[in-house]
C-alpha cells in the first residue's frame, strides 16, 4: 500500500467517480432511468471474509477497508465501494455497496452488490406489481452501478500499466 496523503485518495477518487459518470452517461440512451453518482469511498478490504454481511450500525467502509490509490489496482486486490447515487429523474437518493476482486487474470470482477439504503415513492409501493417493479428497478440500477464501476477500474488499471511501462 502506498503511502501518499489523503489528498491524493480523495483526487483518486473523484476520478473514479468522474470515470463511472462518463460510464453512465455514454450508456444513458438505452435506459430509463438517469443515474449518477454523487460521492464515493473507496477502500482495500482487509482480512474479512464477507465485509458487507452483517455489520454493526454505523460501521463504514472505513472500519472494514484501508484506502486505496490507483497503484493498488493491482492482481488479487479486493476493493469495497461504497456509493451515493443520484436517480436524476424523480431525485430520489441511494447508497450501493459493491466488492469488487480483481483476479489474477487482473480482470475486474463484481462479487457482490446491493443497496444499503434507497429513497422509493411511495407510488411505486401501491400494489403488489408496483412493489415487484420497484425492486427490479433497484436490481438493475445495482447492475448498471457495478459495470460503470467496473469499466471505470479496468480503465485506471490500464492507465496505471501504461504510466509504469
Not at 438505452?30 to 450500525?57: H, Q, Y
Request: charged letters at 30%.
Amino acid at each position: 500500500m502506498s503511502g501518499v496523503g489523503s489528498a491524493e485518495k480523495a483526487d483518486f477518487e473523484e476520478q473514479l467517480r468522474r470515470l463511472m459518470n462518463e460510464s453512465l452517461a455514454v450508456e444513458e440512451s438505452t435506459r430509463r432511468v438517469k443515474l449518477c453518482v454523487k460521492d464515493l469511498d473507496l477502500g482495500i478490504v482487509l482480512n474479512l471474509d464477507d465485509p458487507l454481511g452483517d455489520l454493526p450500525e454505523g460501521t463504514g467502509i472505513e472500519d472494514v477497508a484501508a484506502p486505496v490509490y490507483q497503484e493498488d489496482l493491482i492482481a488479487n486486490a479486493s476493493l469495497m465501494l461504497d456509493l451515493l447515487v443520484l436517480e436524476q429523474h424523480h431525485d430520489l437518493w441511494s447508497t450501493i455497496l459493491l466488492r469488487v476482486q480483481i483476479d489474477e487474470q487482473a480482470d475486474v470482477v463484481v462479487k457482490k452488490k446491493e443497496i444499503d439504503e434507497t429513497e422509493i415513492l411511495m407510488s411505486d409501493l401501491h400494489s403488489q406489481s408496483q412493489r415487484a417493479a420497484c425492486k427490479e428497478q433497484l436490481d438493475t440500477m445495482t447492475d448498471v452501478i457495478a459495470s460503470a464501476a467496473k469499466t471505470a477500474i479496468t480503465h485506471l488499471m490500464r492507465e496505471e500499466n501504461e504510466r509504469t511501462s
